[in-house]
Structures are given as structure tokens and as C-alpha cells.
């Protein structure tokens, strides 16, 4: 990778730029600061080739050395190679193989990998919610609260539990978290001034 | 040091043009003005972060002491790698799933540097899967650069740095599976994670590992507050660089924000007991804050 | 070992049979309790009343296939909603992945079911890269961004179009989302277009949301499957939400009953400590 002066002047330019762009209406401004984001969009399209041959190349040497579950390897690169030919011959639009492969097959993957969430809530909040101490204690009780106000059970037994859980989430949520949203966006704007300003290259290697 | 100075001229010289530019102050509500005065407030407060945290990065390089709160999971971090090397398993970090274009993910990022010259000095084996191809490269470089700086360059491996899949749902499969087999020693995810982020720690957890977490995401917090063994929250993600590099560029940055929180915290305050006692400016004063 | 040892440590594999039973059991024997409507999806719903009919709405399906499950029963009633007071529809997707492919798949069933037509009562505009991009370019000019529909159409041949170009076309916009382009369709299309906004999103989002709603950025919210039981009820369609919350309700008291049982454990053995 490129580490003398070029990269961090590119990142100044463009990042002030964009700093820029945000507080003017001029339409040659906005239409620059579109094609910057256009450019974010076709330099992401290539660096997936980065992605491709990292994965290429710790699958094939898991094939050529036989590692344990080496033919799962082979499944991939079959599979990536179907997606790629189907995508690359008739494109990716509804009702194109890759459509299909893409609604039958890798979709309902996602969506069983989403609904395993429901799994791991249930035990890592057997686990977590203990009445340890005072804190653990509310964290416990509030969390019950709300699981029941969510549903049309915990208002058969008790009529005001939707508006309790509905305060808890308005309230008490609601001010932690943008307390955690006001600290966590200091904390960006500071990495990204660092970076503009060629103070941060990590991304570079340098710490 | 002169370097800096010029960067920060630079910059000052480009902000102070564009507002002092005479057409920007006739053309206030025209749509096509070249300064948008409806954002000057978001200007003068944005001017006023940068200048504070420019100012307190130079104090810390001149020499000036600044403390930093202990964070109990990055106190951890050296504990996790001792145990991962008496084990002979891995460290796995995830620098989140976020791209390249996330302030979370350079955060992930700094830390993996500080980690890897910790693995690299205890020839500790390391993983480092990522999302997208932007951030595996980037952390390739810091890796890379990592092992260089322990003096093990050729200790650094290509696939400890690895692209598993360009999808969350399919990385996490992918991450979990790893995690399964592997049965990694201690897990760190510190970054930007998303629905994956209890997938990918409650698995770590069934897999026995040590896991320090770290996020900006509010709602995947309590996920990693119950998987993991400690977690960071919130804007302690961007303070761990700080924490363990003690470097000024860090610790500058966390002090100039801690000033600017309590500064807004009070203003939190003014604008709660004006509206509260219904003072007769409580409306103007809220317009100052109001960006459009 | 001792009872309250077993309470504190049940082996997880019994914590994950006993919720795929509770989720399994209610699609074979269906079980629905009343639904009480909450305020943040009444003022979705009275957003939409208040158009009269004929209206044109946005609804992007900003939507990945994985949380279909949550997000599409609220899609669904949302789109119904629309189609019951003939409002005309312009939709699209900034998730490349399977995005447009749910877009054309909810709308054209939806669509047929209410006998509307193609092209006339709703689009499918389809994906295009960079959402910054196209959120901020359709403020201007929706064909600048999308010269074509989805199939390929252009824009200036479908009758839907003729009298919309921009936002400020739209009488309202019902964002769907699962990730963070609804603080976009927010801070972007709402604050600097001016855009009403209403979201349907996942239940662990909605919380977050809540601050957009208390400054008013934000119409209402419909949050998971709740929020699109309670929709349907709203427009007195009971479906896929209604049905979904009996499996819900058995989940959450399973969880309930988990945590009780093994905080009984943890307390009766921390007694035993104490009295030993």
C-alpha cells in the first residue's frame, strides 16, 4: 500500500471537502461532493476482488493440504463460481438464476442465521439476568417488565404493563442512549478530524 | 511537528475562506448560496471541537500529563493474550462489521495494531476476520506493520488476516464455525457490529473463550454486556487506543471531548430548566442548536 | 449434583428445544390474544388517514432477506394500508442484495390481490448504488437517479410518474428498514427535504428511534412483528403479524420462566453458602 504523502493528502482533500460540501448549497459543490461518493462506490466494487483472492487463497490451501473439512472448501469455490457465471451471463435481475439462487438458497440461509438469534437472547439472558447485586437486580426486573409489556400477555395481567414498558423505553432507554450516542459521536468527529488531518493512519499501517 | 502546524494552517486557511467569503454572507437563504448560513451554529461548533481537540493534542505533546480512566476490559486485554499463549490458541479480534468509512472501525482498527505487537512479542497465534474488503486490507497493514515493529516480520502470515464473507449473516456463520473449531483462547470485538453482534459472542462464550467487546452501537450493547466478560461502551472504544498507546494524538483527542461533554451536558441542563420554568428565551435558545 | 446447581446450569441445548417448540407449537395450533395498539403506530396509521385518497406515498424496502420474517408481516400491512385508500406507491430498495427482488415480490402480491395495476398504482424503482447518493440526488429529481424502473422501464412512460420527480411529490413516506439507512431516510429526506417520515423497523431498532420521534423527525414507528400485529389490527386485518405474535408470547415467557427459575437457583444457593 501507497504510505508517503499522496494517500494522506488525498484523505485531507476529499475529507475537507465533504466537510465543506455540508455546509453549502452551491449545486457545483453538491454535484463534486456526488461524484465523491460515486467514486466511494466504484472503488468499493473493486476492492471486493481483494476479497475474492483472500478467500481464494485460504480455501485452495486448505484443499492442497487436505485440512480437515477441506471439502466444504470445494463447495464454496463451486458455489462462488455458479453465482459468478449465472450473475456475469444474464445479469442479476428479478426472475435470472442468480435471482433464484439468490431467493432459494442464500436468503433462507440468512434468515435461519437471523432467527438464531432468538436462541442465543434466551440463553445469554438465562444466564446474564442474575439478582447479583442491586444493579444486576433492576437490569433483571426491568427486563422482565419489558418482555411482558411487548406482548398481549402482560396485559391480561396487568392492564398498565404496556404503558410501564412503553415509559421504560421513552424514558430511562431513551436518555442512556443518546448519552451513549452524544459520547460515541465526539468520539467519531475526533477520529475523523485525526484522519483528515493525516494525525490517524492507521488504515495505512501506522499506527 | 512543522508538518502539523502546516496541516493545521491548511485546514484553518480552507474553513476561514469559505466563511469569511463575501457572497456567503449576501446570499444567506438563496438555495444555491455558497455558504449555508442556516449552519453557522454547526459551524462554530464544529470549529470549536476541532480547535479544542487540536489543543490538547499539542498540550499532550509538549508534555502536558493527562490521566486516563482505567477500562477494565482493555486492563484485560494483556491478561487474554498471556492466556491464549499458556493455552497455545489464538487471539480473535474483529474490528466490527462495519466498512472502512466508520470512525468505529478505525477505532477497531488502532487497537488491533497495539494487540498484534502483543501477540507478535508472545508468538501468539492471531485471527483477524473481516467483512469487507476495504477494512481487510487496512488490517493487513496494521498487522503487518505490527509484527514489523515487534522485530517478527516474518512471523506475520497473509491468513491471519482473512475475508470470510461479504454478508453479515453469512460472516457470522463463518466466524462461528471458525470459533467451533478453533476454540479460540480469547476473543476481542471492538468496532461496529450489527444483529450478528450476539450470534458471534454467545457462540464465543459456548466456545470458552474470553471475550472483551466494544461498541458505539447502543442497540447491540446489551448483547455483548451479556455474552461477554467485559465490554466497552460507547465513546470507550474510541478512548482504548488512548488507553493502551498512551500516544498524544489519542489522548489529546479523549480530553478535548471529555471538556466538550461536560460543555454540552450543561447546555442539556439550561435548555431542561428554562423550558422547565418556562422561562421566556427558552425557545430561542433552542433554536441556537437547531440544524437545518 | 444439587437442585439448585440445576437450576443455575441448565446445558443451553434445553434452553434452544424448548424455544423452537414455542415458536413450532403456535403454527400448528394458532393462538391469538387481543391486541393493544400502541401510540407510536396509531400515528403511522392516522399519518396515512389523513392523506385523502389518491395519494402518492414512497416506500422504500430497505430490507436485507435475513429479517424478513419481522419486517415483511409490517411491509404487508403498511402496502394493504395504501391500497385500501387507493394511494398510488413508489417504491425502492438501497439493498442490492435481494432488496428489489422483495420490493416487486410484497408489492405484486399485494397489488394483485387489490387489483391494482403496474406502472399505474405503484413502481418498483428498483437499486442503485451509493444510497447517500440517491437519497440526497431524488430531492431534486427522482429521474436523475432512476431513468428507468427496476425492469428497465423508463420512467417517463409509466402513468404513476408523470406527476412525481421529487420528494416534495410524495404526500408521505413509510421508510422499512433493518440497519441504519432509516437515520438517512431521516436526517436526509426528512430534515433537508422536508419529507414526512414514518419507519417500520425491527424491535431491537425501535428503541433507538425514539429520539427522532420525540423531536418530531419522525411520524411514528412500527417495531417488529408487534408493531405490524398492531397495524393489522388497525386496518382490521388480521395476518402473518397477528399469527406471529402467539409464537412471540411463548418466547418471551419461556425466556421469563428461565431466568426466574435460575435466579431461584442462584439465591437458594447462595443461602446454602451463607448457612454453610
Given amino acids: 500500500m501507497m504510505r508517503g504523502p499522496i494517500p494522506v493528502a488525498v484523505a485531507f482533500l476529499a475529507g475537507i471537502f465533504m466537510v465543506i460540501s455540508f455546509f453549502s448549497t452551491n449545486p457545483a459543490i453538491e454535484r463534486v461532493s456526488g461524484d465523491f461518493l460515486n467514486w466511494v462506490s466504484i472503488v468499493s466494487g473493486f476492492t471486493i476482488l481483494l476479497g475474492v483472492v483472500s478467500i481464494a487463497h485460504a480455501n485452495w490451501s486448505k484443499i492442497q493440504r487436505r485440512k480437515e473439512g477441506w471439502p466444504y472448501a470445494v463447495v464454496l469455490r463451486v458455489f462462488r463460481a455458479g453465482m459468478l457465471v449465472s450473475g456475469f451471463s444474464e445479469g442479476v435481475e428479478t426472475g435470472t438464476v442468480y435471482d433464484w439462487l439468490f431467493t432459494?438458497?442464500?436468503?433462507?440461509?440468512?434468515?435461519?442465521?437471523?432467527?438464531?438469534?432468538?436462541?442465543?437472547?434466551?440463553?445469554?439472558?438465562?444466564?446474564?439476568?442474575?439478582?447479583?447485586?442491586?444493579?444486576?437486580?433492576?437490569?433483571?426486573?426491568?427486563?422482565?417488565?419489558?418482555?411482558?409489556?411487548?406482548?398481549?400477555?402482560?396485559?391480561?395481567?396487568?392492564?398498565?404493563?404496556?404503558?410501564?414498558?412503553?415509559?421504560?423505553?421513552?424514558?430511562?432507554?431513551?436518555?442512556?442512549?443518546?448519552?451513549?450516542?452524544?459520547?460515541?459521536?465526539?468520539?467519531?468527529?475526533a477520529t475523523a478530524l485525526r484522519i483528515i488531518l493525516g494525525l490517524e493512519r492507521t488504515y495505512m499501517g501506522r499506527g | 511537528m512543522c508538518g502539523d502546524t502546516t496541516r493545521y494552517a491548511v485546514?484553518?486557511?480552507?474553513?476561514?475562506?469559505?466563511?469569511?467569503?463575501?457572497?456567503?454572507?449576501?446570499?444567506?437563504?438563496?438555495?444555491?448560496?455558497?455558504?449555508?448560513?442556516?449552519?453557522?451554529?454547526?459551524?462554530?461548533l464544529m470549529l470549536a471541537f476541532c480547535g479544542a481537540v487540536l489543543y490538547f493534542i499539542r498540550s499532550s505533546q509538549r508534555g502536558k500529563e493527562m490521566y486516563i480512566r482505567p477500562l477494565p476490559g482493555l486492563e484485560a486485554v494483556e491478561d487474554g493474550v498471556g492466556r491464549a499463549t499458556e493455552m497455545g490458541r489464538t487471539v480473535l479480534f474483529i474490528p466490527g462489521t462495519g466498512d472502512i468509512d466508520q470512525a468505529e472501525t478505525f477505532a477497531g482498527l488502532a487497537v488491533l495494531g497495539k494487540i498484534a505487537k502483543i501477540t507478535a512479542r508472545y508468538d501468539t497465534p492471531l485471527m483477524v476476520p473481516c467483512l469487507y474488503p476495504m477494512p481487510l486490507a487496512a488490517a493487513s497493514e496494521v498487522v503487518r506493520e505490527a509484527y514489523t515493529d515487534a522485530g517478527k516480520p516474518d512471523a506475520f502470515k497473509p491468513d491471519m488476516v482473512r475475508y470470510m464473507a461479504g454478508e453479515s449473516f453469512g460472516f457470522s456463520a463463518a466466524v462461528n464455525g471458525w470459533m467451533m473449531r478453533e476454540k479460540p483462547a480469547t476473543n476481542i470485538f471492538l468496532g461496529q457490529f450489527h444483529a450478528e453482534s450476539l450470534l458471534m459472542a454467545e457462540t464465543g462464550n459456548a466456545a470458552g473463550a474470553i471475550q472483551i467487546a466494544g461498541t458505539a452501537q447502543p442497540e447491540q450493547l446489551p448483547f455483548f454486556i451479556a455474552a461477554c466478560d467485559y465490554t466497552l461502551i460507547g465513546e470507550e472504544l474510541y478512548a482504548a487506543s488512548a488507553y493502551l498507546s498512551k500516544e498524544p494524538k489519542y489522548l489529546g483527542a479523549v480530553k478535548a471531548q471529555d471538556i466538550f461533554k461536560i460543555t454540552l451536558t450543561v447546555l442539556i441542563l439550561a435548555g431542561a430548566l428554562f423550558t422547565t420554568f418556562d422561562a421566556g428565551w427558552a425557545e430561542t435558545f433552542r433554536s441556537w442548536f437547531e440544524v437545518h | 449434583m444439587s437442585w439448585t446447581a440445576h437450576l443455575t446450569s441448565f446445558d443451553r441445548r434445553w434452553i434452544y428445544l424448548l424455544i423452537a417448540l414455542s415458536v413450532i407449537l403456535p403454527m400448528f395450533f394458532p393462538v391469538s390474544f387481543p391486541e393493544r395498539v400502541t401510540e407510536q403506530t396509531r400515528s403511522v396509521y392516522d399519518a396515512m388517514e389523513a392523506l385523502p385518497e389518491g395519494s402518492t406515498i414512497m416506500i422504500p424496502f430497505e430490507i436485507w432477506p435475513s429479517t424478513l420474517p419481522e419486517t415483511e408481516p409490517l411491509a404487508r400491512a403498511a402496502v394493504r394500508h395504501a391500497f385500501m385508500r387507493n394511494f398510488k406507491i413508489v417504491s425502492l430498495s438501497n439493498i442490492g442484495a435481494g432488496g428489489p427482488s422483495i420490493t416487486e415480490r410484497v408489492l405484486r402480491e399485494e397489488g394483485d390481490a387489490f387489483g391494482k395495476i403496474y406502472g399505474v398504482d405503484y413502481v418498483n424503482l428498483g437499486f442503485k448504488a451509493n444510497y447517500l447518493a440517491v437519497l440526497t440526488g431524488m430531492g431534486t429529481s427522482i429521474r436523475s437517479i432512476y431513468p428507468t424502473d427496476h425492469s428497465g422501464t423508463p420512467l417517463d412512460s409509466l402513468p404513476i410518474m408523470q406527476t412525481v420527480d421529487r420528494y416534495d411529490d410524495v404526500q408521505f413516506v413509510f421508510a422499512i428498514s433493518d440497519n441504519a439507512t432509516i437515520e438517512y431516510w431521516i436526517s436526509i429526506v426528512g430534515a433537508r427535504f422536508g419529507a414526512k417520515i414514518g419507519a417500520g423497523v425491527t424491535a431491537v431498532m425501535a428503541p433507538k428511534l425514539f429520539a427522532y420521534l420525540d423531536a418530531g423527525q419522525l411520524v411514528g414507528i412500527l417495531g417488529g412483528m408487534k408493531g405490524g400485529a398492531e397495524y393489522e389490527k388497525l386496518i382490521n386485518r388480521p395476518e402473518w403479524a397477528t399469527r406471529g405474535m402467539g409464537a412471540q408470547s411463548l418466547v418471551h415467557l419461556v425466556i421469563i420462566a428461565f431466568i426466574v427459575l435460575g435466579n431461584i437457583g442462584f439465591i437458594a444457593s447462595r443461602r446454602n453458602k451463607a448457612a454453610e
Fill in chain 1, 104 to 189: 432459494n438458497l442464500q436468503a433462507p440461509m440468512m434468515t435461519t442465521m437471523f432467527s438464531m438469534l432468538a436462541f442465543f437472547i434466551a440463553s445469554a439472558a438465562y444466564r446474564a439476568f442474575r439478582a447479583r447485586t442491586l444493579q444486576a437486580t433492576l437490569l433483571l426486573v426491568t427486563a422482565i417488565i419489558v418482555m411482558l409489556g411487548r406482548i398481549p400477555v402482560g396485559q391480561a395481567i396487568n392492564s398498565n404493563l404496556p404503558d410501564v414498558t412503553n415509559w421504560i423505553m421513552a424514558v430511562p432507554n431513551m436518555a442512556a442512549q443518546r448519552g451513549i450516542i452524544i459520547g460515541a459521536a465526539l468520539g467519531a468527529a
Fill in chain 2, 11 to 44: 485546514t484553518a486557511a480552507v474553513i476561514v475562506a469559505l466563511l469569511a467569503c463575501p457572497a456567503a454572507a449576501q446570499e444567506t437563504e438563496s438555495p444555491g448560496s455558497l455558504f449555508n448560513t442556516d449552519r453557522v451554529n454547526a459551524l462554530l
